[in-house]
């Protein structure tokens, strides 16, 4: 018999013995079925290279296709044929040998993968179709069919790592000492698997049991485990390694062996492990190598101070029932306590699973602190129902603290729920700062059970369900929002089948002739559905096959094509009548029947928009310098409802007292809001023998002008976006013939084609002044829009020595400075006869305007400090109202400014009494309005680009 034909008798004979031996209860089935599962992996791989191999067929009929979410005998006889041919599904739990279950999860499809792959059928994707039914309806029963021998091309070999560790002392009650750490190289052409390791104890003989070293444990090169915990129990190690530690083709894998010291280990006795011969490495493939390997000596020594880890249940979980595709799940909560020895730092947590749910059931298994989101270890996944997490940045604890720390993960199968998850005594391995030893920690959490669900869907009408102004659309051939429902998928991804929606008008009831076309689904623009017409007000069923991701909310939009509706302001509703799909990871139907309404659309015929003076933008009523180019008369503020609006025209009529003649403004042109970008051309009034009927209507008296634009005076489109406002200033070139024109406003009629828009979604005209026209002339917050026109303008300007913040008391205190500009066109000078200041933050109620004491307290100086109005002994010229915070002066010929020769006005105020003017008092001095000042033959106003009123001084504080 040849060698490797002796070791498959062994094995068999070991495999029927661990078989007989699964009646044992209790806590030995998981380990017995490990054990099955990788003497069954041995025993292909001895057969691979003897070159014989045994394929079992399956008695039972394949009828169709299966594939993940999958239910049914058949799944199950799919699990038992591949488990069956070594293509294990799941070494225990559900889909593991003699517990093959009826659903066909990743597990399952992973498991069909391998066979595909092995048997070349393609593609290999875990798809359970017609080749592979087909395929392995050829095998039948039983049979013995010869296959061709692994031939590898290069050695197998194993011999101690470079960096294996160096003899040293090991403290009593210390963990995870590495005492052995060897590479395994395999070959170059294929993949070796190692399922079994024997290790043999070279140490005195005292360590050969419990006392001296309490646990053995194998740790892959990434510090994952490998296998379980083994107990000492003589001189030798037997270690079952499932999964299978995989040695790639023309790679190596890196195993250590460490051991943990029992606290009552004797003292000097020596802890030595090797590998006695080849025949200790299991898996298939011969291992050349100096036999034995033996691992470096490590003598026992007392402890001293050593530190300890205690582990204790931490509060209760946030969740005991959740869903298939749930994220972020938590399935453990644990605090962690150094004792009082020495500071701690946490190197490594092993959390073991329990439950029904087996390994495969979660994934993305991570470690963090309670209450934080940042991962301090994983991801990583349970194999053999324990995730080891290897801490590359410790946590540090000071000796006598805590941490609270959680383990969390996603669930992505829940056939055999419920799933739990404990730390275990020894789940938690720190190092002391001090000793520089490793240490297992004591006490242990409790199992918590989490049942794991099916799938859910949630519906609700958005948020962003078009309300206001939003629900008013109109019609048009564009598609429009009919209604916006949020669908949310708890614990997993949801796949949707079919959604009900109901369409019902309000107005008129829904038919052949009244209709809404192309109605169909949307996420934002890409449509999901498919396109049905709603032409009754039954359920309309909408077919898609979209993919709601775990515990996300899609917003769906319904929209249609509402051209073809008889709307004349039809009140439109649609309703979430129910839907039909199922849960991707679970495979179960999900569906509702329940109703979800949204609030009422309502369909016009086309848009409208609402046009006004806008009262930020209109100038304060003043006068304007003849001749004077692009003066801002008027602003219009529009806004657009149901649809943006494209201006296509718009007249504007200017008139007031002594206009009388087409000479006084000679042009306009519409601006942007920002004042400097022009939107049209200059437009000329209209002569008189060019005008329309509803033109000579407006110009009939002979003291008002027109200006007409059309599409055509457009430098480009003027579009008002629907509930957006829009301003558009009108600009002026002021002439000459203006002068002694006074009361001068702009408005744009309420007449037939004089304010016109066209719909940019409907394409139907609307005429806006038809229904209201716009007067520029405003009242509120001020007095604006109406003009005077002068040769004579003075500018009133704020002087920048205009003094700010504290002043000196006294009997001259300064309170506020103007520049004075006279603008004339023919040089005349200009001459004040009286000015009125108003204190925008009012003046103080002491004072007394019953006789002319309080009024001497105010002197108008001009520039050069001469006195102009006021003080004491002129208090005839003063007039106070403390009441609406005013000081005016009159006198003749105040002040005289000559054309291009500026002056100032300067307002000092005796304020030396504390008892009128207290601490803290504030005052801000201006000249609100055109009537505020006069000017003989002129008026304050617009000049040199300039408004002049108000004229606002700066704030001043009395100390």
Known sequence: MTKFASKLGAFAIAAAVIVSATGVAGAQTVDLQAQIAALMAQIAALQAQTGTSTATGSSYTFTRDLTVGSTG????????FLNANGYTVSTSGAGSVGSESTYFGNATKAALIKFQAAKAITPSAGYFGAKTRAYIATMGGTTTTPTTPVVTTSPLSVKLASDNAASANVQKGSANNAVLKFTLTGAADVATSITGLTVKSYGTTESTGVVDVSKVKLYDENGLQIGNDRTPAGNQLNFVIVPALTIPAGGSRTVTLTADIGSAGNTMAIVRYGIESAAGITGGATFAGTYPLIGNSFTIVPAGQ??????????SLPKTSVKVGEKDVVLERFNVSAGSNEDVALNQITVTKSGNAGDSAVSNVRLRKVGETAVLAGPVSFSNKKATFNLTTTVNLVKGSSVNLEVVADIVDGTASPIAAVIAAGGAVGRGANSGTNITSTGATTANNITIGNETLTVSMSASHPQGADSYIIKTTNKKDLAKFDVRANGGDVILNTILVQFVDATDALTG??????????????????????????NQTFSLNYTIPANTTKTLTVKGITNTVTAAGDAFTSTWSGYTGYGLASGEAVTSAADVSSTAITIYASGTTTNTADTTKTPYSQGILAPS????????????????????????????????????????????????TALTNPVAFVPAASQTAAQIAQDGAVTADVFAFTTSDFINDIVVTKGVYKTVLVKANVATGIDGATAVTATIPNAAGFLSFDGQDSGTAYDAAAVAGVTFKITSPYAGGEFSGSTKIVGLTKASTSPSGSIARGTQSVTGIWDVNNYDSTNADAIFTSIKFTSKTGLPSVLDNTDNTDDNLFVLYDGEGNKLAGGLGDGT?????????TVTFAKAAMLTVSSGAPKQLKLVVDTTSTSKFASNTQVQWSVEAVGDATVTGGFVGYAAGMWSIPAVANVVTLP
């Open 73 to 80: 005998q058949d799944v199950k006889e799919l699990q038992m």
């Open 306 to 315: 050593l530190g300890t880890i205690s582990v204790g249940q931490f509060g």
């Open 513 to 538: 002739s009244n209709y809404v076309s192309s109605a169909g689904l949307y996420d934002g623009d890409s449509l999901v559905s498919d396109l049905v017409t709603v032409d009754d007000e039954n």
């Open 629 to 676: 180019n692009g003066v801002t008369i008027a602003a219009l503020k529009m806004y657009a409802q149901r649809e943006d609006m494209k201006l296509t025209d718009i007249t504007i009529k200017t008139n007031g007292t002594a206009l009388n003649d087409e000479n006084d403004i000679s042009s306009i042109t519409l601006y942007a809001d920002d004042g400097v």
């Open 877 to 885: 010229q003063v007039v106070l109202d403390k009441t609406a915070g």
